[in-house]
């Protein structure tokens, strides 16, 4: 940071000490910002939870987290990717790895689901092997116990589905797996989950022995929304070069959110196709209900998101409030106007009409013009994606911020209103994804004037493809 930036940055919090300020304004002020995925001594450790399909994994990761993160279905092979989550007990904090089933003769996708897990093997410092105990050890069993002995991690033997006592003996007989004690667990009702947690607990290390997992890290997760019928599902079958996902005439095909990984530009992305926002959520029922809820849920879990809009159809209050939901999601945003091959010039003057009249707020949103059936410009996808994921990450150092809102406001102060001049006295970036400023200032600032500061911030620093959070805390002078 330059020297100046600095010093204006120390004279106006000198300056801050005049006003009252509580103790969360002291905390934020002192606060830097720091990602917590990792310990002050180094990476937290790794726990794998591996296992054959349909065992119960992703229930006892749940249980685990205290919260349904993990998809759950009483079908095998739901869980397809190795998934990081934060996770702690009895203090510790550790990053917890749910993987898909392992299985000797897996094919196909099953291969890739298996090769999964051994990875999550090799980057665990403690693997928590689950066992149906009610099934017993099977053949894929024994062959992950042979795994688990290669790797010379220490492991946890999991004997889960034991709901009562009556499935104790059946616990007791995975002994001869030879991993030595197995631990009785319901995943389910969360009986001896805290035991279980415990000897994981006495063989895990402080600091992970193979540099952790980034929980931030691996493929950015992209969601593709829209309102129905918009081409999000052939867009996504065009993406991956296969027919992933139904594709019909009638709107509302996609129910369940559906994600795949798709190399794309040299890099692995990881879109999800979901369920169309619907005009009215509280009015749909049964099925198209709970895919708007599933939909919402795979947006809370996206990094960015893609809204397709129909190009050939004027631009609905449905596309409008897609995109107010991304924003008030919080999420980086990137607009695809979609069927481009079925437009003429006609209607392309009209659309560009449209988006100057409708989408007016979001200027800042890239903007690609392709064709889900066709390709056409599906290269110009990524650019936009990273430049809007860029933006959602960044973080503007405090003194260069107030040294370029000192010159805003001194340029264009706020307006006096009754009699008195508010103005802003600090200015400090509380966090990013998306980017959230505070303002402390000396009286209320209206909100065409927030508004005119956050254009200058885009204007200055950028922010393509990212809503910015700018809120205010006034603060009056302490008196003497």
Known sequence: MPAEGIEVERALRAGLEDFDLTDEDRALLAGEYVPDAESDAGPL?????????????????????????????????????????????????????????????????????????????????????VVDAVVGA????????????????????VANKVDDQRFEADAAALWNLGLGQPWPVSALHGRGSGDMLDAVLEVLPEVAAHGGVDLEGGPRRVALIGRPNVGKSSLLNKLAGENRVVVDEVAGTTRDPVDELIELGGRTWRFVDTAGIRRRVHQTRGADFYASLRTQTALEKAEVAVVLIDAGEPIAEQDIRVVQQVIDAGRALVI??????????????????????????IPWAPRVNLSARTGRHLEKLVPALERALESWDT??????????????????????????????????????????????????????????????????????????????????????
Do not use: C
Request: hydrophobic share 40%.
């Open 395 to 480: 973080r503007v150092q405090t003194g260069r911020l107030n040294a370029f809102l000192g010159e805003v406001v001194a340029a264009h102060p706020h307006p006096v209103r009754g009699g008195k001049q508010p103005r802003i006295l600090f200015a400090t970036q509380v966090s990013t994804r998306p980017p959230r400023f505070v303002l402390f200032a000396s009286g209320f600032i209206e909100a065409g004037y927030r508004r005119f500061v956050e254009r200058r911030l885009r204007e200055e620093f950028g922010f393509e493809g990212t809503p910015i959070e700018v809120s205010v805390r006034v603060r009056e002078k302490r008196r003497r």
């Open 336 to 361: 695809g106007y979609n069927k481009w091959d079925t437009t003429d010039e006609e209607r392309r003057h009209y659309l560009e009409r449209e988006i100057d009249r409708e989408l007016v707020q």
């Open 45 to 129: 450790p790794v726990v794998a939870v591996v296992g054959r399909p349909n065992v119960g994994k992703s229930t006892l990761v749940n249980r685990i987290l205290g919260r349904r993160e993990a998809v759950v279905e009483d079908v095998p092979g739901v869980t397809r990717d190795r998934v990081a989550y934060a996770a702690d007990w009895a203090g510790r904090r550790f990053t917890l790895l749910d993987t898909g089933g392992w299985a000797v003769d897996a094919s196909g996708i099953h291969l890739r689901v298996a090769e999964q897990a051994e990875v999550a093997i090799e980057m665990a410092d403690v693997v928590m092997f």
């Open 138 to 157: 099977t053949g894929d069993d024994e062959a992950v116990v042979r795994l688990l002995r290669r790797s010379g991690k220490p492991v946890v033997l």
